[in-house]
């Protein structure tokens, strides 16, 4: 993964240009994030239509401040993906949201979600006085 390319883009053709490449980059490179992230559960199919998804949001921005920006973000995501400097949650969220709508979904990465809370954290977040 190469670092983040932070030189803007004069026209709106350069920006189309790079934009491609990063989409490119990011389809290449999600079957290594996916096994990484030890995301096994989750299709490779609807992370590609969801990193579609999230680059189709913003095909009718045309301002190159805007654009440069948005580049700039997506660029530090991706490099951030690969080398792994994100959390498990934060990369389901980007990734594949549905997968954490439920409160288990997780709980083959930290299996601690599936505990109940200890008792003095009931009455911690109760506002009850904690009795010595």
Do not use: W
Request: with cysteine.
């Amino acid at each position: 993964m190469r670092g983040v390319n932070t030189h803007p883009c004069v026209t709106l053709e350069e920006a189309r240009r790079r934009t491609l490449h990063l989409f490119r980059e990011a389809l290449e490179n999600m079957p290594q994030v996916l096994s990484r992230y030890q995301m096994s559960g989750v299709d490779p199919e609807e992370v590609t239509e969801r990193i579609k998804q999230l680059f189709r949001r913003h095909q009718g921005v045309e301002d190159l401040s805007v654009l440069n920006r948005l580049l700039v973000l997506a660029e530090m995501d991706l490099n951030e993906f690969v080398l792994m400097h994100k959390t498990p949650h934060h990369v389901y969220q980007v990734l594949a949201p549905q997968y954490i709508e439920d409160a288990f979904a997780l709980s083959h990465i930290r299996p601690e979600l599936k505990k109940t809370r200890s008792p003095f954290l009931q009455s911690f977040y109760a506002g009850k006085e904690i009795q010595k």
